[in-house]
């Protein structure tokens, strides 16, 4: 009976992802979350414990009266990913745990000119190899997942185009796969589509069904999520709100080859420049100087705030009155810029988005930091195990260390 058999692995993966975004869960709070029968739960709980991915054990200081019910919880230690983060300055990997908890992470500076796809993939590599060989006896590695800052075609890891290296159809994904040599495929996305993700499964976003991501570093990528689903568009390449044009008439010029495109205007150049920094510094320190020197009263500083800010006010306005999301979350380096030029942002809000349409937004930065993109880039290699959790992984005995 396929039916069947796909009904009861849908309910297994249902329920081990129910256990990976919240820990710690009660029988009791799975039969009410999934609606499933408590005997059904018992029998999905014993298959799962079985192919060692959750156990069942008392809770931690309950306190109570009676009888305690154990709560299930996912394997962290034993079942991992491998991560990987491709962003503008850094490259960096972790094995991140079944439940999403960072076990260790390795990084390395990335220079901004010169790196080709074999360094980079060498890099990662190497970093993926000593995480993978390190990990304690008896745990295994359940899938790869990468983030890379770029335009990446979905289902083979091709980075059609990376702006700010200028990639262009480079095998990135294909090549770390064959460079890890652990047989697993990596999944590969946009750093803003997972950072959007993330966000809503573990961040700022939790909850929210639609949702705006902005990641900002040298440009500014996008991750809107209506309803539940992301918006990836037509081939993958949606959410492109770095290249909405906001000033097409005396914009500064954009990687695009494009003129005033958001990413232009509120990019991590159009701030150092307008506050007078010189091209010798770059990068998120350069621009948290500025946000601080803003805030110790330096009139440049707090001019290319109020500059930048405006920009990003008029680029958030259009969004919202198209998308109407309940939240949006600025990640990256635009943390910083919307946390030094929030009233600026509010004010374009305030004057170009439709009443109704701003009535319940929320404006919030990112609740994973840094980390929201290799997050991201974890849940996208979880996605298979939660998808069919007892076919992805080897048996457990097969599954050690030698
Ligand atoms: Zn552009």
Redesign the pocket.
Known sequence: MPELEDIRRRNLGNLLRHVHLDGALSRTELAERTGLNRSTIMGLIAELTAAGLVREELPVGTGRAGRPSLVVRPETDRVYVLAFDVAVDRLLAARVGLGGTVLERLEAVRPRAGADLSSVVGVLAGFGKRLHATAPPGTVCAGVGASYCGMIRPGDGMVRYG?DMGWVDQAFGAELGRRLGLGLPVAVGNEAHLGARAEQLRGAGVGAQNLVYLHGDV?VGGGIIVRGELLDGEAGYGC?V??M?VNPYDGRP???????????EVGERALLDAAGRPSSQYGWPAVRAVVDAADRGEEAAQHALRVVGDWLGIGVANIINLFNPGVVIFGGMLREVYLGSADHVRRRIADHVLAVSRERVRLRISGLADDATLIGAAELAFAELLRSPLDTLPAPAASTHP
């Open positions: 702006p440009g492109e770095g290249h044009v954009c990687m695009c080859g494009s003129r005033g495109c958001l990413e232009a």
